[in-house]
């Protein structure tokens, strides 16, 4: 990582905490030490990324990816991901959708949006912590734009 | 309106009833015609009868006459030369007596006349006869005084009043006939015309009942038309609503089964790091008895602990575990389902009988394994369908057939396809299998229902699969089945799946 870089941080928009725990555990274990800030409904993680006026000036100079969950209690996944995207202060933080859906037709409209990496959380709980595992390695060596 | 049966009969009943009229009175007339051409043949031979009756009255009067006319110049002047009218009528007086009385034999009145006129001819020739002789021998005043007798006279007036009644009869036979031939041409006339009549009534009556029936016939035919649009109508909109409804019970099955997989992922993580934690609990354990025994001094608790770390805890985690296992698969096979319903479908033109073909040899492996055989009998025309679907469907019937075949006998699997009224495709597979029994023969249809002995491992999802598949298409699938047997499942699918398509896309076909 950039040595002169802010430390990335971590927003991860996870609704349920279960997963969220789950998530956390494995990133820390595949040894990635960045802050991760939670958030369970889509309002406050927009309220977060893009601030109260949701003009994406909150954001601004910030190093972050993003961890997005699509089934939200208040908006889906696809909202958020889509307000990102289009907002010139976060439209370069990296966006990884990590859901349970393996819908052929959801995967497209995520990569259509924008999304950088799609992933399905597997049931089975061996693949699903290899797979944030794996994730987190993939962080710890990935270069993250400073947000505009 | 529709048209009664009871009213088509009786259409039929006036229309021949009016036809069997008009053709009796057309026969009346005929036949009155006949009988009238018939009578005026009678009418003009009594009509000739009575005029040569009359020429043979005016003959036999004028030969009188003649005769008498020569006489009497014979005697005025005594010149033989003036006796010639009286020798022609002397001479054919005979014959013209004989065919006088031949003409009058057939009418008894003129009969009876003639028969007193003949001897008063007879009489008067031989008057005449004698006056002429006297003269000849030079006697003529004592012809004369002959002639002054009267008698001759008296005979010529006898003969004169015969004559002319029977010439009057005549005449009168002549008006009568006329008459009656005239009064018959006019009752022919009125037949005629009341005939006509009555034909152009029947014409007319009949034609007006056909007219009033081929209306109501359009009529019905047009309701018809409007009956059966607003059916065509109302079929699509029907089958654009199930479309609609089967839509939403996809989405359903896919937000369901997608939500239900959430928690699961948290059980079965949550499970995995309580196994991790249990690993590291059951090593400290151990380590504190390295036997794996429980000293006896530890008390109960000890030894309750060393049952709960070491087989309590591993056994409810192992349960969790499976019962997580199977409820992911089922979660996965209501997902495949809903997907299979929200597929796109692709309408191409298929071989059935191919397909069959390359299904049978995809399982024909296990065929062989089974010493069995598959015979195909496929003779349909080309179906316009989603390949996959059929692909699937088939594959997963000869599957079917394959696993739950009865061991004790060879597998006989026989697939016969044809095509049915309505543009519809029936494919039949045949086997002769362990057979289903007759109460689950709907069930075995339903989403993780399996039917008779469950030894042989499966998630009761492939005909619900295929139900779903064939539903798609348009098509059904049922089946046939006596246990111990053999089954026989049998599908049913639209040679053209773009019509159906098409509705449920809410386009006009």
Known sequence: MNPHAKPVKIVMIEDDEGHARLIEKNIRRAGVGNEIIPF????????????????????????????????????????????????????????????????????????????????????????????????????????????A | MLISDASKIAFVRTTLAALLLGLTALIVIVLFNLWLVHEAGVYSERVNAARLQRTAIIDLQNLILDAETGQRGYLLTGNPAYLKPYLEARQNSEAQLAGFMSIMNGDPLQKADASKILPLITNKLAELQQTIDLANANKRDEALARVKTDLGQALMVQARRLFSVMLQRSEETIDAAVRDEQQSIATLRWVTICGAIFIVIVVGGSTWVVMLYTRRLIHAQKEIGALNHGLEERV????????????????????????????LVNIMGFTSELEESLKVIQSAFRSTH???????????????????????????????????????????????????????????????????????????????????????????????????????????????????????????ILIRAHETPGRRIIVE???????????????VFELF?????????????????????????????????????????????????????????GVNP
């Open chain 2, 290 to 412: 390295t036997s794996g025994e429980v000293n006896p001094t530890d008390g109960p608790a000890a030894e309750e602990t060393r049952t709960a770390v070491l087989e309590e805890l591993p056994e409810a985690i192992g349960f969790i575990r499976s019962s997580i296992r199977k409820m992911d698969r089922l979660i996965n096979a209501i997902l495949k389902l809903s997907r299979e319903g929200r597929r796109v479908l692709t309408p191409e033109a298929l071989r059935v009988d191919a397909l069959l073909k390359n299904a049978a040899a995809n399982v024909q492996h296990q065929v062989a394994e089974a010493d069995g055989e598959v015979e195909i009998e496929a003779k349909v025309p080309a179906v316009i369908s989603d390949r996959l679907a059929l692909e699937q469907i088939f594959g997963n019937l000869l599957e079917n057939a394959v696993k739950y075949r009865e061991p004790q006998r060879p597998l006989r």
């Open chain 1, 40 to 147: 369970v409904n889509g309002t406050d993680a927009l309220n977060y990324l893009l601030g109260d006026d949701r003009s994406g000036v909150a954001s601004s100079g910030r190093q972050q990816l993003i961890l997005l969950d699509l089934n939200l209690p208040d908006m889906t996944g696809i909202d958020i991901l889509q307000k990102l995207k289009g907002n010139k202060h976060t439209k370069r933080s990296p966006i990884v959708v990590l859901t349970t859906t393996d819908d052929s037709r959801e995967i497209q409209r995520c990569y259509d949006f924008g999304a950088n990496v799609y992933i399905t959380k597997p049931v089975n709980y061996e693949g699903f912590a290899n797979a944030i595992r794996q994730l987190g390695l993939f962080v710890a060596v990935m270069q993250v734009p400073e947000t």
């Open chain 2, 429 to 443: 597979i045949e086997d002769n299998g362990r057979g289903i029994a007759k109460a689950d023969h709907e069930r």
């Open chain 2, 449 to 505: 229902r399996r039917s008779g002995d469950q030894s042989l491992p499966g998630e009761g999802i492939g005909l619900a699969h295929a139900r779903t598949m064939m539903r798609n298409l348009g098509g059904d699938i049922t089946l046939a089945s006596e246990l111990g047997q053999g089954t026989t499942i049998k599908l049913n699918l639209p040679k053209d799946l773009r019509p159906l398509l098409a509705i449920q896309n």
């Open chain 2, 236 to 263: 699509r909109e029907r089958t654009a609503e199930l479309g609609r409804a089967n839509e939403e019970i996809q989405r359903f099955a896919y937000l369901v089964t997608h939500d239900l997989r959430a928690p």
